[in-house]
């Protein structure tokens, strides 16, 4: 697998507790869900369920 290059405030950024956190932007460029539970998911994961959720929103344009 290919290391991605990853851009503060671009592919992630940190939150008040000082946890990265990734965007959407940087999942859709890694181009696989996790199943994490991450915060800005693109894919519509739900950690509670271990389900994906229909998605009806467009995902952002890489």
Known sequence: M???DIIEKE??????QGYKVFTE???LKRGYCCKSGCKHCPYGYDK?????KKNNREPLKK
């Open 11 to 16: 592919d992630f950024y940190y939150n008040e």
């Open 25 to 27: 932007k940087y999942h």
């Open 48 to 52: 509670k369920t271990d389900s994906f």
């Open 2 to 4: 290919a290391k991605i």
